[in-house]
C-alpha cells in the first residue's frame, strides 16, 4: 500500500527527514511515534500527497502519492483539518461529496453518530476544535478509502467522542484497511497496532513488526519512551 523510498524533505537548512525508507502492507497497522519535531507530521503530508520530498519517492497503492488515483483510495484526518470556515457543516460535507461522487445523505448519516448530529447548519468557524476534528474525520472517511492516516485524532475529543472514534478504528482494522496512526496515547496502538515506526531527528530509528508485542512493551524494550510527547498545546476551544 505504501512505499517510501530514500525520502529526505529539507526546509531551508533545515533537515525535517532523512532518507526515510519503508513499506506498508495492505491492512497493516501502523503506529507512528516520535518528540515533536521528529518529522512525523511532515511524513504524514507525504503520504496524503499534500506536499513532495526534496530527494526520493513517495507511492501510495502503486501510485504517485500525489496523484489523483492516490487520492481516490486514501483519507486523511489532519491534527487541524482544513475546513473552510464560513461553510456551514452540511456545506461543507457537501462540498466534499462532490469531489469523492458520495451522496450527502451517506456523510450526513455518519455524521449523526458525532455531537453534530443536529448541528447540520452551524458555521464551522462556530464549531469547537472537537466538533471540527468530528467534521473533518467524516470527510475524510466518507469514501471508504482503503488507506486511513490519522495525526493525533483524539486530541480534543471528549470522552464519548473518543470511544466513538475507537470502534471506528477497530472497525476499519476489520476490513483490512491499512491505517497510519501518529498519536501519544499509545492505548490506541496497543490494541491493535501490528507495526511501530519510531522517527528521531527525521530519521527512522527503529521498525518493529509486533508480533503480539504491544507498542509500550516495544517502545521499552527499545529504549525509547523518550519518543513520546503530547501533541502540542492549541488555544482552540475544548470540545463540547
Given at each position: 500500500?505504501?512505499?517510501?523510498?530514500?525520502?529526505?524533505?529539507?526546509?531551508?537548512?533545515?533537515?525535517?527527514?532523512?532518507?526515510?525508507?519503508?513499506?506498508?502492507?495492505?491492512?497493516e497497522f501502523v503506529c507512528l511515534v516520535g518528540r515533536n519535531g521528529s518529522g512525523k507530521t511532515t511524513l504524514l503530508r507525504l503520504l496524503a500527497g499534500l506536499s513532495e520530498p526534496t530527494t526520493g519517492r513517495v507511492?501510495?497503492?502503486?501510485?504517485?502519492?500525489?496523484?489523483?488515483?492516490?487520492?481516490a483510495v486514501r483519507g486523511f484526518a489532519q491534527a487541524e483539518p482544513p475546513l473552510?470556515?464560513?461553510?456551514?457543516?452540511?456545506?461543507?460535507l457537501s462540498f466534499v461529496c462532490r469531489l469523492y461522487g458520495v451522496p450527502l445523505a451517506s456523510a450526513l448519516e455518519r455524521l449523526a453518530r458525532t455531537v453534530l448530529a443536529d448541528?447540520?447548519?452551524?458555521?464551522?468557524?462556530e464549531l469547537s476544535l472537537g466538533m471540527r476534528k468530528q467534521l473533518?474525520?467524516?470527510a475524510a472517511?466518507?469514501?471508504?478509502?482503503?488507506?486511513?492516516?490519522m495525526d493525533e485524532p483524539a486530541n480534543a475529543l471528549d470522552a464519548t467522542a473518543v470511544t466513538t472514534l475507537r470502534e471506528s478504528v477497530r472497525h476499519w482494522h476489520a476490513q483490512q484497511r491499512t491505517v497510519v496512526l501518529c498519536t501519544h496515547d499509545l492505548?490506541?496502538?496497543d490494541d491493535l497496532a501490528d507495526r511501530l515506526l519510531v522517527l528521531q531527528h527525521g530519521r527512522l530509528a527503529h521498525d518493529v513488526r509486533l508480533a503480539g508485542e504491544t507498542v509500550t512493551a516495544a517502545l521499552r524494550r527499545l529504549g525509547a519512551t523518550d519518543a513520546l510527547t503530547r501533541p502540542e498545546p492549541t488555544t482552540a476551544e475544548p470540545a463540547s
Open positions: 500500500m505504501i512505499d517510501v523510498e530514500s525520502v529526505t524533505v529539507r526546509f531551508g537548512d533545515h533537515l525535517a527527514l532523512r532518507e526515510v525508507q519503508c513499506t506498508v502492507a495492505d491492512g507511492r501510495v497503492a502503486g501510485q504517485a502519492a500525489t496523484s489523483l488515483a492516490a487520492r473552510y470556515d464560513y461553510l456551514t457543516v452540511r456545506e461543507q448541528r447540520h447548519d452551524a458555521l464551522v468557524r473533518g474525520l467524516v472517511t466518507l469514501h471508504d478509502p482503503a488507506l486511513v492516516l492505548s490506541w496502538a
